[in-house]
């Protein structure tokens, strides 16, 4: 490579204990040849934050830190799109929802049914997962183009569920690996991943190859813990010479705001609105993503009802 990857993502570096350590990053990189690209993620630090502002045991963290790794990568292959919001769910037991923008910002949270027995087998450490349900949906910058793919995997691994997912709901070949586990020093997750997509007019000697390299790497975590250095990385990620191409530094962002809660109010049905009016209280509304809680008071409902009558009288009389 022209270019050592600790060289390229020094500004991502944070300062520590007199000495630097590398924060999450997001490396995109391509073959010389320009036959297919590839992205390598490092995402603990953020999996972390997840895990302690939803106040997760490590087995829900790790479902939680797997599907905030396949949303970065997935938001990292896509040209034009905005963000994507990918949904896992597993019946009624358990569902898992991410979304991330094209600059990496993500957020993400894991609901669980406390009473079902594949939850409680879970936070026990045995994973008994019947299947998965992935729910993609990719909006357009600028526009209102909305793509959705929607998949279910009869495999209790996210990597493999999510791989499914790729193989039916995208045009280019696509691959990903992806690891999250306990780190036994300080017991925080870990969460690294690479994702493989080739280009077009890929030879099909080159994909042959490529496919077979992918088969034959380790998990990601046992490639990481051998040497997490950024450069040993990425040379044995990939079969061929390399050059990079950029790098994003990932955040934990939510997008949620007052205005946005206000703006589900204008979404709900009359009769909604009506029975929240009748209750004379104000409404309380929590951010799935961040757990912010948000207070929307009698008289904005008032107005919003008001005015969404006044839309339908208008309506019926123009009719």
């Not at 799109?81 to 898992?96: M, V």
């Not at 690891?179 to 690294?192: L, M, P, Q, R, T």
């Amino acid at each position: 490579m022209e270019i050592k990857l600790k060289e390229f993502l020094y500004s991502y570096c944070i300062h520590k204990l007199g000495g630097f350590m590398f924060q999450d990053y997001l490396f995109f990189g391509v073959d010389t040849k320009v036959y297919y690209s590839y992205r390598m993620l490092h995402l603990s630090h953020l999996v972390e934050e997840a895990k302690n502002l939803h106040n997760l045991n490590n087995n829900r963290a790790l479902l939680l830190s797997d599907t905030l790794l396949g949303s970065v990568l997935l938001s990292s292959i896509l040209d034009y799109e905005e963000r994507i919001n990918l949904r896992i769910h597993c019946g009624s037991d358990f569902t898992i929802g991410t979304e991330t923008s094209y600059l990496a910002e993500t957020r993400g949270y894991i609901e669980c049914n406390e009473e079902s027995e594949i939850v409680k087998q879970i936070d026990l450490g045995n994973n008994i997962i019947p299947e998965l349900q992935i729910r993609s949906m990719r909006s357009q910058r600028k526009k209102s183009t909305l793509s959705e793919g929607h998949t279910v995997s009869k495999l209790n691994s996210i990597e493999q569920a999510l791989n499914d997912h790729l193989s039916s709901s995208y045009q280019m070949n696509t691959y990903l690996k992806i690891s999250s586990w306990v780190n036994e020093n300080d017991g925080k997750i870990n969460a690294f991943g690479v994702i493989y997509q080739e280009l077009p007019d890929i030879p099909e000697s080159v994909s042959e190859k490529l496919k077979n390299h992918i088969a034959s790497l380790p998990s990601m975590k046992d490639l990481y813990l051998l040497n997490s250095d950024a450069d040993v990385l990425s040379k044995k990620l990939i079969p061929d010479e390399t050059k990079a191409v950029k790098s994003l530094n990932p955040k934990f962002v939510c997008s949620c705001s007052q205005e946005r809660v206000e703006s589900v109010l204008v979404t709900l049905p009359m009769e909604d609105l009506s029975d929240i009016i009748k209750k004379s209280e104000d409404l309380e509304m929590k951010c799935h993503y961040c757990n912010r809680n948000y207070i929307v008071g009698m008289n904005k409902i008032s107005q919003i009802y008001a005015s969404r009558s006044n839309v339908n009288s208008e309506s019926s009389e123009m009719n």
